[in-house]
């Protein structure tokens, strides 16, 4: 429908509007009114936005502005009195039975203070009664049911007809495909829904992407929305969608049949779905009187939204009274009485403007995009962790592109995509370097790896990065020795390796600006603390590759004296728990290092114990000779106490699911390893509950 000229100049002209919405004037009105058709082609018929959502809610408020100040510019075919036209070809179209319209949005209490005076304009109540739930991030549907069978599903489409997607959505497994209407007298219902991809299975689907040398999916909305329109319903159902419903749009009664009490209200329509199987928002949402309690829910539950396991991007709040929504109506738009509340932006565009790469404690060379700052969630984004050379052939990365920038759940942002499209030939390839950007030395990447590494064990980079990681909490928990003070000390040439920590030249750095005699003995103090930390600790901070805390404590607890482990072998190191052959031929390598020796015989010199003095080793208790892994979130307890009260009464701890296992301990949202766990006979499948009665018994 655009092509490359046209698309290049509407993103053009995109930027400009952007750059002061709230100043739009009706000299650009046609121009916004071009600009916002083409974002939502992009958006609704094509899947494949080239604007954060924030930046089109501002751009189609600036023209709703306008247009109320002008109502006799306001034209039939204007973004605002109708929802995106056009529909893909590749199913079948479908009529909904009521349209399914967009909703308000609003960004800040105010605004829903004044959707609250309207609707108390509309209703002539002095207060109204709201129903509040999460506003749902994944691909719009629609379901119809007849004689309590699932006969239609349909995609929003252009809101009047969508994509007859019924096959599809067969492959729901939270979609019932008959539920008990005729019980209620319904003959014939329409309910809107979300469909959605789990965090988790949304991860280890893009995992087995890369493994299969393919580009991973950017996001799990555009991942669920994407998938709806596959054509293979056996890869629609590989990919585990999942569905809430959130509406019933339509209802046609039994002959004779009274409308139940359940559709008098929303929140009793919710209430009805979930009784007869679906998912809905049940448990998540709230009924409130008046709108203040309405404004602290949306505040309090945005303070939550990473802890479940599904991405929500705001609240939508909802007149409760059925017969109160039928009074106030709605616009072609919008109906008057729903808002939805939306979260701080997690999208937005930026540019490209430089790749850096950077040195870790292992040699891995990491390119991170410096990218022109854009305010993300609440925090400015200036870089971003392209992980591997990989990463920036996959997303097609050059400097100058307009690039999609998104802050997921994580907190960690990262490029969803560049817009090809935009480019004026002025952009530049990214050079993956050949040899360190620090030391100079040639770069080598092992075979099935997708990282490149410096193997000069003498890199700068790498001497401080593995001096940062010693110190770190997890390890040495040296505190007021973070990343800062350890470059400091570094460049001053007080610090050159990690046994340099315990011989510091503290009056030296007393005559610093800032280094006061307070801070000082604190740092003594500290630094002296790490030599009492027990010997799993020192193991971890050793930085050794592919050794995490786990497998740190199983080597400690396994030896008298650290240095034992230079005799041992690589089937003795692989018949520990939970060691295999790359964490063994690691570890190996590390203690057949003569330098790294000279390091532990000169730290053990400086006062650290590399003995296993029995402190290191758990209590003897009735776990004993028992392993056990946590997944999921548990319902009262933090993973990590957990893990904790298993060590202290003798068990051991896995990193993995293996026939090593002998408990599994599940919470909510367990994902993977649950799955593999099931088909390993020997591993016992347990809940919290069942883990404290072990621990009592």
């Not at 039975?97 to 209490?109: A, E, I, Q, T």
């Not at 004026?424 to 092992?446: A, D, H, I, N, Y």
Request: aromatic letters at 8%.
């Amino acid at each position: 429908m655009y092509n490359a000229n046209e698309t290049r100049h509407l993103q053009q002209e995109t930027a400009s509007l952007l750059k002061a919405p709230d100043a739009i004037g009706t000299k650009q009105l046609e121009d916004l009114r071009n600009v916002l058709r083409f974002h939502e082609y992009r958006y609704y018929i094509l899947n494949d936005p080239l604007i954060a959502d924030f930046e089109y809610d501002q751009l189609f408020k600036a023209l709703e502005r306008i247009e109320a100040a002008h109502p006799e510019l306001r034209t039939a075919d204007s973004p605002t009195q109708r929802v995106a036209k056009g529909l893909t070809r590749d199913f079948p179209s479908a009529t909904h039975l009521v349209p399914m319209l967009s909703l308000d949005n609003s960004y800040n209490s105010d605004d829903l203070l004044d959707f609250d005076r309207k609707a108390r304009e509309l209703s002539g109540l002095s207060e109204i009664e709201y129903c509040v739930e999460p506003k749902f991030d994944g691909g719009s549907i629609s379901l119809i049911y007849e004689n309590d069978m699932l006969v239609r599903g349909a995609t929003r489409g252009d809101g009047v007809e969508g994509d007859e997607i019924t096959t599809n959505v067969k492959q729901i497994r939270s979609l019932p495909l008959s539920a008990g209407f005729s019980k209620y007298g319904i003959e014939q219902v329409e309910i809107r829904g979300e469909v959605l991809i789990n965090k988790e299975n949304f991860r280890q689907f893009n995992e087995k992407l890369i493994e299969q040398g393919q580009a991973p999916l950017a996001n799990p909305r555009n991942a669920a929305a994407g998938t709806l329109r596959i054509k293979d319903s056996a890869e629609v159902s590989r990919r585990k969608l999942e569905a809430f419903v959130y509406h019933i749009s339509y209802v046609n009664l039994l002959p004779g049949a009274q409308s139940p009490d359940a559709l008098d209200t929303h929140a009793g329509s919710l209430k009805m779905l979930w009784d007869l199987g679906f998912r809905s928002p049940q448990k998540e949402k709230q009924v409130f009187k008046g709108i203040q309690g309405v404004i602290d829910y949306c505040l309090s539950f945005e303070q939550t939204r990473d802890d479940l396991p599904y991405e929500i991007d705001g609240m939508v709040i909802k007149v409760n009274s059925t017969e109160l929504q039928d009074k106030m109506g709605m616009t072609t738009h919008h109906p008057r009485w729903a808002i939805a509340y939306k979260f701080k932006a997690r999208q937005a565009t930026s540019i490209l403007q430089n790749v850096e790469f950077q040195v870790g404690r292992t040699g891995s060379i990491t390119p991170v995009a410096k990218i022109q700052p854009v305010p993300i969630g609440g925090v400015t984004v200036s870089s971003i962790s392209l992980f591997n050379e990989d990463i920036i052939k996959e997303k097609d990365l050059m400097i100058g592109d307009t690039v999609l920038v998104e802050r997921a759940g994580d907190v960690i942002p990262y490029i969803v995509k560049s817009m090809a499209e935009l480019r004026t030939g002025s952009e530049k390839p990214v050079v993956f370097p050949g040899t360190c950007p620090v030391c100079s030395s040639r770069l080598f990447k092992e075979e099935g790896e997708a990282v490149w590494r410096c193997i000069n064990i003498e890199c700068p980079a790498q001497v401080v990065e593995r001096m940062i990681h010693f110190a770190s909490k997890d390890a040495m928990d040296i505190r007021g020795f973070g990343d800062a003070n350890v470059r400091k000390f570094y460049e001053a040439g007080l610090l050159k390796d990690i046994p340099g920590i315990y011989q510091l030249d503290f009056e030296t750095i007393g005559t610093w600006e800032g280094f006061g005699k307070k801070s000082i003995d604190n740092l003594k103090a500290a630094i002296d603390h790490s030599r009492q930390q027990p010997l799993h600790r020192l193991v971890f901070g050793l930085g050794i590759r592919f050794v995490g805390e786990t497998t740190a404590k199983t080597l400690a607890n396994t030896v008298t004296h650290l240095l034992d482990l230079k005799e041992f072998t690589l089937e003795q190191l692989q018949s520990l728990e939970d060691i295999g052959p790359k964490v063994a031929g690691s570890v190996q390598h590390f203690f057949s290092n003569p330098q790294n020796i000279a390091m532990l015989e000169q730290l053990e010199q400086l006062g650290l114990s590399l003995r296993n003095n029995k402190k290191d080793f758990v209590s003897s208790g009735n776990l004993e000779g028992l392993t056990f892994l946590f997944t999921g979130t548990l319902p009262t307890l933090k993973r990590s106490d957990a893990e904790a009260m298993a060590e202290a009464k003798g068990g051991k701890l896995l990193s993995g699911v293996s026939a090593k296992l002998n408990y599994l301990v599940v919470g909510e949202d367990a994902g993977s390893k649950l799955e593999k766990a099931k088909k390993i006979n020997t591993v016992k499948i347990i809940s919290e509950a069942e883990f404290l009665k072990l621990l009592e018994e």
